[in-house]
């Protein structure tokens, strides 16, 4: 079991989701052309800002039961959610991803500062690019896994939903290393820069 | 068979699925393949057979992941063997007559700048298996199902450096058409068959419709053969399995339009079996195939993008910037080991226009060399230029271009011994174009004569090692007019003569001619425009320099290489929006102007607006009061049907409140006798550090006359309620984006009951809802609009 880090990930700019995200609705929102010019320059800024890096480590798993998952590594995790969520999978992909923080020191200047227009939308570009870091992982290990017929979950799963104490965070944070990527984690569990994620992802054979 | 006289003559046919077919054959999920069919021979062999009778001309040894980091994760160690008897095993089952190729794909990791793979270690694993199949005679390589470039590139310098056996190379692609990496097919084209494929296309990923798409965008620019491997259609999940479901007899009536598109190899992948190869065969015999229809091309390409020089089109700007001559600051930060500015400078010159980044970090005090791999491992993921790799260093020239994750150019190699003697083959190793500098014997050419005498001497060495007039760009030395007024002319001469006569592309230092003169910038716009008019194809400047890159547009135009003065006539449309505006608006009242200000989220104008409309007469209280807040009322309301979203909002509070603090000396008197429509204080709990939202809800409280006092993020309930006892606000507003935090929300009412404060609570915050606030006795605002809402109740 090796944690693999991505130094540099790129992806398509995820347009749609950041437009939903600030609450566009397609057919009944209406944007000028010069509105949709500057929201597209501050969409294109925070792409520029946004140094995408993420980390991945499979771990196989003991055993499932219906409120714990053990880890083969020893670890365990208290979380029927969690629990139902990998039923029937022999390993779990443990995934990170982060936006760096030269966006987040954008996002707080903009914000505390005199435009919080572009702020809110380098906000959601940063969130959406980060939550796609992850897709782009599962992509990837996606293709790995299929010389071995095996398959990720469609979806994954992250610590504070449910009953998946956040607290288990910490142990994802240091399972994945994510100080190599240049995260780090506070004792509240709170990821910093603000804009990381990490996640569970099941492995069906 | 004579793989590279054979493919001039007909398509050639490879093999099929394998591990596909090894599951369907009884291959378990979650073993080592490659040790599989080392325990299974007999099922490997009949997999290979199966394709050999089928006509494949290339059964591929099942070897695909027997690389060290894939067979130690098994617990394999012996990566040699492994490959050596696998590589037999395909011989044996497929006999003589029959090409056997040695199949290398990705380790799993990403190479570095990508990854934390060592660029050297990623080498060396490949050697080692390359080191296996050649002792197990493979008669050809094919890397395959590549998703990194600088992998590839690992690859494919793995096999180059140990053989020069025939090595093709196919990357993965995802249905937006580049790799996972985001390198697209004519990059990763222009790159590999630079640096020595001997075929290049695409396996794996897409169905052969897709991949119709990626042969042809590669075609025109191919030197080499090209290679289609599709899957047998778009895999479908069904029942929890992946399935292929395109037939045999559909795949393979792509065979002629691959052809004629100009696949010059083809074969299957995901779900295809012999049956496939077999009908695919069928189709295309006798079917001609379309040979590269170039032997060389002007072309550069960094990981992600590519620019092609050749054809008429516009001047590239090569941006000069990142060099540490004259720059204390970039001079400082290279000695410290830093790239901060080195990758601003790359964004800012990508931004205002640049083709190419120039790289040069010589001076004195550094490690030029591991300077230089620095800054091309941190451009390489910050832009996705082209580099030149600029410097009098051979070494350090060759250290960058074996790093490089694209095609280079370098600059420069001049008719100097050295230069021609060391770099040429260097250059020639690596496939990078370079910028041909006519220098020799330690002078200065004056005249353009002499100019071309050292071309030519150069070019003839080069094509000796394989260039072409296509791998090179001629540098036109531009010495500065101030010392000799004759020059630029000289300059002028020998870019027309490379240009219409030599027939390669050209090139100059521009800002060189501008040298001891004052106003720089119109000698170097006017000896621009009089460049391009001789031909001239890339310049090496400031693009920050608007001046520059107008006369850039503009030559361009002039010189007929801006079709229907297209990009001339969009960048100048972008450039004065204004002008527009100001007409369009022109027919409204001051006071409609300053409504649609805040409307529109016009943060520009409002002053100007205000200052018209107070100019008209309008008191400034009443232009509040009368036009200000109905319009953020009507933006409140726009945003609440969905006509407005987020951005909007937000820019209409912006301007509402810049409105405001424009007026505030003219509403000083009369806010004196106004009370605020109530205190507010407002704070995101303790352990919460997101507070965008709460900043939201204060700009809109504030703009709709409230008087907010805003404790910030991560708030202790006890000093909410210290404030709350001190200010006495009318509601105290909390936000919580996480569940766990959210718990703190109940805390601070409790504690505000404790305390007997005379207060409301208003909360919101992703993860609160309507229900929950009402549980905890406060109540629910679910974004800024409501907030001010439920404000103007709590207060009324």
Known sequence: MQVQIFSSIHIPLPLEAIYRRLGYKSGITKIDERKREEIERHIEYAASLVCLKGAGLRVPLERVEPTQVFLATGADIRSAKLAGFLKGCREVLFVGSTAGSAVMDAIRGDIEGDDMTRGVVIDAVASEMTDAALDWIMGLFNRLLARENARLTRARFSAGYGDFLLENQKMMYDMLELGRIGVTINENCILIPEKSVTAVVGIHA | MLLKETIRERIIIMDGATGTELQKKGMPAGVCPEIWCLDNPDIIGAVHAGYRDAGADIVTASTFGANRIKLNQYGTYDVVRVNRDLALLARGAVGAGIL???????????????????????????????RGLLEGGVDLFLIETMMDIQETRAALIAVKELTDTFTSVTMTYEAHGRTLNGTDPVTALITLQSLGADAVGCNCSTGPEEMLELIEAMKPWATVPLVAKPNAGMPELIDGATIFTMGADTFASFGTRFASRGANLLGGCCGTTPEYIRKLKEAVAGVKPVQPMRASISAVSSARSSVILEGKRTLSIVGERINPTGKKALQQELREGRMSLVRTMAKEQEHRGASLLDVNVGMPGIDEKETMLGAIGNLSVTSDLPLVIDSSN????????????????????????????????????????????????????????????????????????????????????????????????????????SSDVFKANTIVGLSNVSFGMPERTWLNAAFLAMAVSKGLTMAIANPGVEELMNAKLAGDVLAGRDRDASRYIHHFSHVSP????????????????????????????????LSGAMDSGMDAQKIVD????????????LFDRKEYFLPQLIASAETMKKGIAFLEPWLRDTTLNKKPKGRIIIATVQGDVHDIGKNIVALMLRNHGFEVVDLGKNVPAETIIQEAVRLKPSVIGLSALMTTTMAGMKEIVELAQLKSLDCRFMVGGAVVTKAYAESIGAHYARDGVEAVRVAETLTA
């Open chain 2, 626 to 637: 009368g036009i200000m807040i109905p319009a953020i009322t009507e933006v409140g309301a």
């Open chain 2, 578 to 609: 204004k002008v527009k505006q100001k007409e369009a608006s022109s027919h409204k009242t001051p006071q409609d102007e300053v409504s649609q200000a805040i409307l529109e989220g016009n943060r520009e104008d409002i002053e100007q607006r």
């Open chain 2, 394 to 497: 051979i070494d350090v020239i060759e250290a960058a271009l074996r790093l490089y994750p694209g095609r280079a150019l370098i600059n420069s190699i001049s008719g100097e011994r050295a230069r021609i003697e060391k770099l040429l083959p260097v250059a020639a190793k690596y496939g990078a174009m370079f910028i041909l500098l006519p220098l020799a014997g330690g002078d200065i050419p004056e005249t353009a004569e002499k100019r071309k005498k050292i071309i030519e001497d150069v070019f003839e060495k080069a094509a000796a090692l394989g260039f072409t007039k296509s791998d090179i760009v001629i540098d036109g030395l531009v010495m500065a007019a101030s010392s000799d007024f004759k020059a630029p002319m000289e300059t002028l001469k020998t870019i027309e003569w």
């Open chain 2, 100 to 130: 056997v190729g040695g199949d290398i794909g990705s380790t799993g990791r990403f190479v570095r700048p990508f990854g934390d793979l060592k660029f050297e270690d990623a080498i060396e694993i490949y050697k080692e298996q390359v």
